[in-house]
Antibody, heavy 118, light 108 residues
Framework: EGQLVESGGGLVQPGGSLRLSCAGS????????MNWVRQAPGKGLEWVSYIGSTGSTMYYADSVRGRLTISRDNAKNSLYLQMDSLRTEDTGVYYC???????????WGRGTTVTVSS | SYVLTQPPSESVAPGKTARITCGGN??????VHWYQQKPGQAPMLVIYFNTDRPSGIPERFSGSNSGSTAILTISRVEAGDEADYYCQMWDTISHYWVFGGGTKLTVL
């Protein structure tokens, strides 16, 4: 079925940067579109960003456009999220998720925690 | 952008049927997916394409979608079904994946 493992989270000051990674295994990573989804403490799920299988198409939520950048390296079976100009409201758990049939997210990682605080 | 509305909470007794609603403008014309999230865990897909179950999901979980409401139905509810449930769809116009606010299901 496949597995996703996120890494790179941590504590960063407002205005700082962080780079998240997501390693895929057990499936053909290069044929799947991927997403980042986040969850603020005690809140619901919020879609963050999408990237197509080849990396040529990306979409972003309005709340992160211009500050967060999604990318992938299919040779390394890896997905990335470059996070710049971070704000306190970016705090939360960040999940990578594989996009399956019907644009449903059928495989999720366990998440990595980002804390933006001074 | 498109908005999906869920009740914040639902309660059900063990062995009974739980129905969790997800409202949206003409949602019946879209494919809706449902996720289960237990405390401290990642979300898990339980229904996709409105009615389909991924492998490993019990038949007790079913879905429907018509008009302005999609519904996740859980039959013969068990204590292990206690979780947050989220509906989700792809907004083709804005290129957004939209999540509902989530419903906390409590098994009494």
């Amino acid at each position: 079925e496949g597995q996703l493992v996120e890494s790179g989270g941590g504590l960063v000051q407002p205005g700082g940067s962080l780079r998240l990674s997501c390693a895929g295994s057990g499936f053909s990573f290069s044929v799947y579109s991927m997403n980042w989804v986040r969850q603020a403490p005690g809140k619901g799920l919020e879609w963050v960003s999408y990237i197509g299988s080849t990396g040529s198409t990306m979409y972003y939520a309005d709340s992160v456009r211009g500050r967060l950048t999604i990318s992938r390296d299919n040779a390394k079976n890896s997905l990335y999220l470059q996070m710049d100009s971070l704000r306190t409201e970016d705090t939360g758990v960040y999940y990578c998720a594989r996009l399956g049939a019907g644009f449903a997210m059928d495989v999720w990682g366990r998440g990595t925690t980002v804390t933006v605080s001074s | 952008s498109y908005v999906l509305t869920q009740p914040p909470s639902e309660s059900v007794a063990p062995g009974k049927t739980a129905r969790i609603t997800c409202g949206g403008n003409n949602i019946g014309s879209h494919s809706v997916h449902w996720y289960q999230q237990k405390p401290g865990q990642a979300p898990m897909l339980v229904i996709y394409f409105n009615t389909d179950r991924p492998s490993g999901i019990p038949e007790r979980f079913s879905g429907s979608n018509s008009g302005s409401t999609a519904i996740l139905t859980i039959s013969r509810v068990e204590a292990g079904d206690e979780a947050d449930y989220y509906c989700q769809m792809w907004d083709t116009i804005s290129h957004y994946w939209v999540f509902g606010g989530g419903t906390k299901l409590t098994v009494l």
